[in-house]
């Protein structure tokens, strides 16, 4: 099957006073049918870039797109001209964002904006539209859709506005959904309705997500497969459960060790990554992790390591991939520890 | 009986809302914080967790004297700190010390870290100035920075950084109480652990006590003792820190434990999650009785209308266990389990 969603070679820099800042560096990855795919890194890693660029809305200047591709339906985004474009976002490509209200207008009811969305792109009479708003915005769980269409967004609660988000961004039915930390400013009891929301409205139409995320757990539980990014590149790309049970990038490692766990020993030490996330416009020779990994040798000071498919993944059907020189011989290791019947669980200890 | 170092009893904030009346009343009042007690013994660490505007900042504001209480009382080693004038404060002020979430807006760019970790000890009148810099050079290497940066500015610094000097800096005056409201919230993932090991170096080596506040459950799982479970205003589970991981009784408890997302996909594939209807109330017009009740998977257990007329009270149960639940231990308790 070809993917809905096939990007090449992003990159992405942006010139700026301190210097040239290379926000993605040649990002690769396909999207299936009904996919999730986790986009994790920290902040400043390139996650919102990546998602901006696929969409043409990288702010320029700064900004520059540099290269690489983006082709949906046979068609290389990045070429179409802006208007084409426009009428693509929003109807067959669609988003949500970390802040709903960057994308509501405060000045339009909700229904309002809901409608034009459907009287654009599908052409359709004030009246049906109205009608499919309304039951778009029941699809959410939006108690009373009728009478909340006329209401203003600083009238509903945060988790609300995300819905109307959702709802806004599905109307007409999109083949990809880019979410953007789409639960990052909620509360985890609402970000648990949120989460179940998207999953179901997955299920019922198919649609391919890309999921960016700072938040391991998110990932987790919604992905299928996941990127993990680091200074602008994927660094490795892995099926979720595979990347979780034997990472092989020292910084995915590093970083599901760090992280305090509900089922970790509280009386432990967290396994501390040294440093801190790099200067993008002063990026240290050859590999970026370098400066805080604990394998760097010279090896790695002299080029940059590509994203190259792990051994193992060669023999068995799992596409994964890591961008480090040692990443075959780190993931051999840690699955042995983790076939072993004692062994060290990384993933859950 | 020596008292606790820290003892807060029925610790109550309301603020004016919607501005006033002619006559000068305020036209509404918001209950921010209700009814709230508990004890810190020196060296331990107490978590305050709930969702946003639970009222978590407003408990640890009103103890440390920025917010006035409207009733209740707190005590620091069973001297009574509420009602206090600014000066009152000031001997106290030394033992108890605040880290900010946000260590961008909480140092002035216009120091230098010397001159940042000096100023608390002038202003206290402690150590000579000769001194001082002998001090802060100490201070910095307690917190894992270079004391040769002692002459920068904090914009010279990462934000993980910057942190740790928001921690020297309520170090400076060798505190007995650290209040940490969202520690580390704000900064990179793979800094969180830098500063959490930190703070619990720091709290062996000075045998420091924390009262934490985080809405990360499992940071403050990581760095607590004691757990005060809070919604909307309300204290409505206490426990220890094992107790409230593995079998939380409170359904709103229960409810939050299970809403945290668990970066293992097979735990989450697993798990059952109690999916919370609606939203978190508005605290200007909180609900009848017990404020949970519109939410609560669990009303129905209650005979009658109970849970929306009365309010139940934070009592301990047969078993020690401490909630606020009209049930005597909500039943359900061990299929909400968080695997351990
Ligand atoms: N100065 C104030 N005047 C009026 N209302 C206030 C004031 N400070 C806080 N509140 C209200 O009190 C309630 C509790 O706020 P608080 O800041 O303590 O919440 P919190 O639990 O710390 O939340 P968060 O997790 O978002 O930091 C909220 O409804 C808030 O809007
Ligand atoms: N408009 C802009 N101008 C200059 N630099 C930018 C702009 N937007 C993003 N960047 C930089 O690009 C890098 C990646 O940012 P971003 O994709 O937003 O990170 P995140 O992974 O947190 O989403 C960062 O170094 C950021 O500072
Ligand atoms: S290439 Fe070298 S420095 Fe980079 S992650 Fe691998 S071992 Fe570490
Ligand atoms: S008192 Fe009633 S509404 Fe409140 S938590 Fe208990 S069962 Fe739920
Ligand atoms: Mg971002
Ligand atoms: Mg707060």
Redesign the interface.
């Known amino acids: 099957m070809s993917p809905v969603l096939d990007v090449r070679d992003l990159s992405v820099r942006f010139d700026t006073r301190d210097g040239t800042v290379r926000a993605v560096d040649g990002v690769s990855f396909a999207l299936e049918e009904g996919e999730t795919l986790g986009l994790v890194g920290e902040s400043g890693s390139g996650k919102s870039v990546t998602n901006l660029a696929l969409l043409g809305l990288v702010p320029s200047p700064p900004g520059v797109v540099e290269r690489g591709e983006v082709l949906f339906d046979g068609r290389d985004l990045l070429a179409l001209p802006p208007r084409e474009l426009r009428k693509l976002r929003g109807d067959r490509v669609s988003m949500i964002f970390q802040d709903p209200m960057t994308s509501l207008n405060p000045l339009l009811t909700v229904g309002r904006q809901l409608t034009e969305v459907l009287e654009v792109h599908r052409g359709m009479s004030r009246r049906d539209a109205r009608k499919k708003a309304a039951a778009g915005l029941a699809d959410v769980g939006i108690p009373a859709p009728e009478a909340r269409l006329d209401a203003y967004p600083h009238e509903l609660s945060g988790g609300m506005r995300q819905r109307v988000m959702i709802a806004m961004a599905l109307l007409c039915d999109p083949k990809v959904l880019i979410a953007d930390e789409p639960t990052t400013a909620l509360d985890v009891t609402i970000q648990a309705q949120i989460l179940e929301l998207l999953q179901d409205l997955q299920a019922k139409h198919g649609t391919a997500i890309v999921m960016i995320t700072h938040d391991l757990g998110v990932v987790a539980g919604m992905a299928d497969r996941v990127n993990v990014m680091y200074a602008g590149r994927v660094v490795e790309t892995a099926p979720t459960r595979d990347l979780f049970r034997a990472p092989a990038h020292p910084y995915t490692r590093a970083l599901l060790a760090s992280i305090p766990r509900l089922s970790s020993s509280p009386d432990e030490d967290l396994a501390a990554i040294p440093g801190a996330p790099p200067d993008l416009a002063d990026l240290p020779p050859g590999c970026a992790f370098g400066p805080r990994c604990e394998r760097v040798r010279d090896a790695c000071r002299t080029a940059v390591p590509a994203l190259a498919a792990l051994r193992a993944s060669l023999r068995s059907n799992a596409d994964r991939r890591a961008a480090c020189i040692d990443a075959d011989a780190l993931h051999e290791a840690g699955t042995a520890a983790h076939a072993a019947p004692d062994g060290h669980r990384e993933d859950r200890r | 009986m020596t008292p606790p170092l820290l003892e807060v009893r029925g610790l109550t904030k309301r603020f004016p809302v919607g501005g006033r009346s002619l006559l000068g009343k305020p036209r509404g009042w918001l209950e921010a914080v209700r009814d709230v007690s508990f004890d810190l013994e020196r060296g331990r660490s107490l978590g305050l967790v709930g969702?946003?505007g639970c009222g978590k900042s407003t408990t640890a504001r009103t103890i440390i004297g920025l917010h006035r209480a409207t009733a209740g009382s707190v005590r620091l080693d069973g001297e009574e700190l509420t009602g206090l004038t600014r000066r009152g404060w000031l001997p106290y002020r030394r033992r108890v010390q605040m880290v900010f979430q946000d260590p961008y807006a909480s140092l002035d760019p216009r120091q230098t870290v010397a001159s940042i970790l000096a100023e608390p000890l002038a202003i206290h009148g402690l150590a000579k100035p000769r001194d001082r810099k002998l001090r802060a050079l100490a201070l910095l290497e307690a917190v894992g920075l270079n004391p040769r940066h002692v002459n920068r500015y904090p914009h010279e610094f990462?934000?993980?950084?910057r942190q740790r000097i928001g921690v020297a800096r309520a170090l400076a005056l060798e505190p007995d109480l650290l209040i940490c409201d969202e520690p580390v919230s704000a900064l990179?993932?793979?800094?969180?652990?830098?500063i959490?090991?930190l703070l619990?170096e720091l709290q062996e080596r000075f045998g420091l006590a924390y009262l934490f506040i985080a809405?990360?459950?499992?940071?403050v799982?990581?760095?607590c003792d004691e757990v005060c479970v809070m919604y909307l205003g309300r204290v409505v589970e206490r426990a220890s820190?094992d107790d409230l991981?593995r079998d939380p009784r409170h359904p709103y408890s229960r409810?939050?434990?299970?809403?945290?997302?668990?970066?293992?996909?097979?735990?989450?594939a697993e798990r059952r999650?109690i999916?919370?209807e609606g939203?978190?109330p508005s605290p200007t017009n909180p609900p009848t009785g017990c404020a949970f009740h519109p939410r609560c998977p669990d009303r129905e257990r209650v005979p009658g209308d109970l849970c929306r007329a009365e309010c139940p009270s934070l009592r301990a149960r047969a078993d020690g266990r401490v909630h606020a639940c009209h049930l005597e231990a909500p039943a359900g308790a061990a299929a909400a389990r968080?695997?351990?």
Do not use: M, T, Y
């Not at chain 2, 990179?188 to 830098?194: G, N």
């Not at chain 2, 809405?215 to 940071?219: C, E, I, N």
């Not at chain 2, 434990?257 to 989450?268: F, G, I, N």
């Open positions: 969702e946003s990462s934000g993980g950084q990179d993932v793979s800094i969180q652990a830098q959490l090991n619990k809405h990360d459950l499992a940071v799982r990581h760095l820190r991981f409810a939050l434990l299970s809403a945290v997302p668990l970066a293992d996909p097979e735990a989450e999650r999916v919370l939203d978190v968080i695997q351990a």
